[in-house]
């Protein structure tokens, strides 16, 4: 899908008026989430990663925080924007140990991570054991241990009230990964799209399962661009028979439209089975498509060309990854540095965004033009009717 970049704001600026207005007189209440609890992979991870393999190293993080913040970034993540959007703290990963606070919620995803588990190791495969069925065990054990302390009354400035749960945001940015595993153990486009339905299947017992324990409103986010990403096109060996007009992989991009239809399908069956839920799909993949295909006029340039990274088309080399070491004649030397001004660019290392990217990405879907039903972030927790069905 390919659109005018004025069009496209114009339309975002108008349609963002004309919900914000109506919510007033159609009686939507501003939701003043207390807490997000947000589930995913790379695209979302705040540190869990981090946490257990090791620190994301420099020059992640330079640009916002100025030093590793356990994201692969040079910044702030779409999960950053949001969190700050409703008025809330960054996220703390589950499994950070130093410094974390968890009064307003709490971030289940690590980077690599799948819906499904992977029949390899981290350091084979490079995705995360910390697969979704995982990040929900993680989520109950805290659910029921938070209370319980909080009951003691300890950590009760860390920690979440009971309530906060049920009027929590719960947030999914997941599945990319789930579409790349089939490619590495080499199969086809059409046996990747046949195991669709079974990591659906399984996205779907999680959600069913969070709103049995009080959750009640969830934003959705599809998958991105999987064809648009550097790392897919240099390790997949995309032909020039393959590339669509925009620079993109066809048949990559066309697996990720595939995944997104039946997710789709999947949140209106969920609204029919879960009559209490709120539940919003946000369509990221038209958004970073539109990005990527209308880059320079954005401001950005090439968007194939990562900002931190080793040699290549695409600055890119999967065995020499952003911040990567070598010591060379007895001295420590970093191999993939960063570019001179990373808000110039939109892939940060061939695999991720760059802080600029993601604001530019948040500002698209914060006021609901890409969602349906089409609700703007702060109202929804209200339910709305699907503009799609």
């Given at each position: ?91 703390s990963a589950f499994l950070d ?183 919003t799909y946000v369509d990221v993949?038209?958004v970073k498509y539109s990005l ?98």
């Amino acid at each position: 899908m390919e659109l005018n970049v004025f069009t496209l704001q114009s339309l975002v600026v108008s349609t963002a008026l004309i919900l914000l207005s109506n919510s007033t007189t159609l009686g939507y209440k501003d939701c003043n989430f207390p807490a997000i609890f947000n589930f995913g992979d790379s695209n979302s991870d705040t540190g869990g990663l981090s946490a257990a393999f090791g620190q994301a190293p420099p020059p992640n993080g330079a640009t916002f925080f100025h030093s590793p913040s356990g994201r692969y970034c040079d910044g702030r993540l779409l999960i950053d924007f949001i969190a700050e959007s409703v008025g809330l703290p960054y996220l703390s990963a589950f499994l950070d140990s130093i410094g974390a606070n968890f009064r307003h919620g709490c971030n289940f995803a690590t980077a690599g991570s799948t819906i499904r588990r992977q029949n390899t190791t981290i350091w084979q495969s490079g995705y995360s054991p910390i697969s979704l069925d995982v990040q929900h065990l993680q989520f109950s054990d805290f659910l029921t241990r938070s209370q319980i302390f909080r009951r003691k009354g300890l950590f009760q400035k860390v920690l979440p009230e009971e309530d906060d749960f049920s009027r929590a945001l719960y947030t999914f940015d997941i599945g990319q990964n789930d579409l790349t595993a089939g490619y590495k153990l080499n199969l086809s486009t059409e046996e990747v799209k046949a195991y669709v339905p079974d990591v659906l299947g399984q996205l779907s017992d999680v959600i069913k399962l969070i709103y049995s324990q009080g959750g009640r409103t969830f934003w959705i986010h599809n998958t991105g661009t999987v064809g648009c990403l550097p790392y897919v096109m240099d390790r997949f060996l995309v032909t020039a028979a393959q590339v669509d007009r925009n620079g993109c992989s066809a048949p990559y991009n066309d697996v990720s439209q595939h995944f997104n239809l039946r997710l789709k399908e999947l949140v209106l069956q969920l609204r029919d089975e879960l009559p209490a839920a709120a539940i919003t799909y946000v369509d990221v993949y038209t958004v970073k498509y539109s990005l990527i295909s209308q880059a320079k006029k954005l401001g950005f340039e090439n968007p194939f060309v990562a900002c931190c990274g080793h040699g290549g088309k695409y600055n890119y080399n999967r065995f020499i990854k952003c911040g990567s070491k070598k010591v060379i004649n007895g001295t420590e030397t970093v191999l993939a540095v960063s570019c001179r001004n990373p808000s110039t660019r939109i892939s940060w290392d061939g695999t991720h965004f760059t802080e600029a990217a993601n604001g530019w990405i948040f500002d698209q879907v914060v006021s609901g033009v890409f969602s349906d039903p089409p609700v703007p972030l702060k109202f929804s927790c209200n339910k709305m009717s699907s503009s799609h069905k």
